[in-house]
Structures are given as C-alpha cells and as structure tokens.
C-alpha cells in the first residue's frame, strides 16, 4: 500500500501564495504520474495540475501561469506552488498518485488539506 501525507494548505489572503507537499511512503516499486486536484463546496472535484515521471506538467486553464507543479522523486514528493490566489481558489485540496506495486500500476489518494483564500 502507499500513504500520502500533505502538508501546508491554510488561510491566505488574495493575492497571496501557499506551497502544498504531498509525500508518498509505503511499499511500493515506482511511482508515475503524481496530481493535485481540488474540491469546492458543493462542487465537483477537479483537476488542477499534473506532472509525469519525466517532468511533462499540465494545468487547469483556470491556474495557468499561478499554479507550479514539481516533484522530486528521490523524496517521492510532489509539490504545488500556488502565486496569486484567489477567493475562487478556495477548496480541499487532493494529491493523487499513481504507484506500481507487487504486480499492478494502482491509484492513491491524499486525505486532502484545506486551502481558504480570503478576499
């Protein structure tokens, strides 16, 4: 199995930034691509960024040129560089992992961390 930690969601004001870690610990031989996606009251979950093993990244329209993904594999984290935010931005944030284990490529989910901007 593969447990997800996330980290550094909280309460901002427009315009300001957070910086969300997700680490991925676990029995596990490889990890592929790593995704953060986001849920709002009362609305759908979404996706807002990936990146692949390789480092090829992609973005909701609704973030591009806010929001940075990242990851480092020796750490087996990704991270999620949130610049300019808005009241809109506001949800529960997921980290998303697709791992391969024993014998199958199998698909993870973070226990999702609180992202509030205020306007």
């Known amino acids: 199995q593969v447990q997800l930690v996330e980290s550094g969601g909280g309460l901002v004001q427009a315009g300001g930034s957070l910086r969300l870690s997700c680490a991925a610990s676990?029995?596990?031989?490889?990890?592929?691509?790593m995704k953060w996606y986001r849920q709002a009251p009362g609305k759908q979950r979404e996706l807002v960024a990936g990146?692949?093993?390789?480092?090829?990244?992609n973005y909701a329209d609704s973030v591009k040129g806010r929001f940075a993904i990242s990851r480092d594999n020796a750490k087996n984290t990704v991270y999620l560089q949130m610049n300019s935010l808005k009241p809109e931005d506001t949800a529960v944030y997921y980290c998303?992992?697709?791992?391969?284990?024993?014998?199958?490529?199998?698909?993870?989910w973070g226990q999702g961390t609180q992202v509030t901007v205020s306007s």
């Open positions: 990146i692949t093993s390789g480092g090829v990244t």
């Open positions: 676990g029995r596990f031989l490889s990890i592929d691509d």
């Open positions: 998303h992992v697709e791992a391969y284990l024993t014998f199958s490529w199998q698909i993870f």
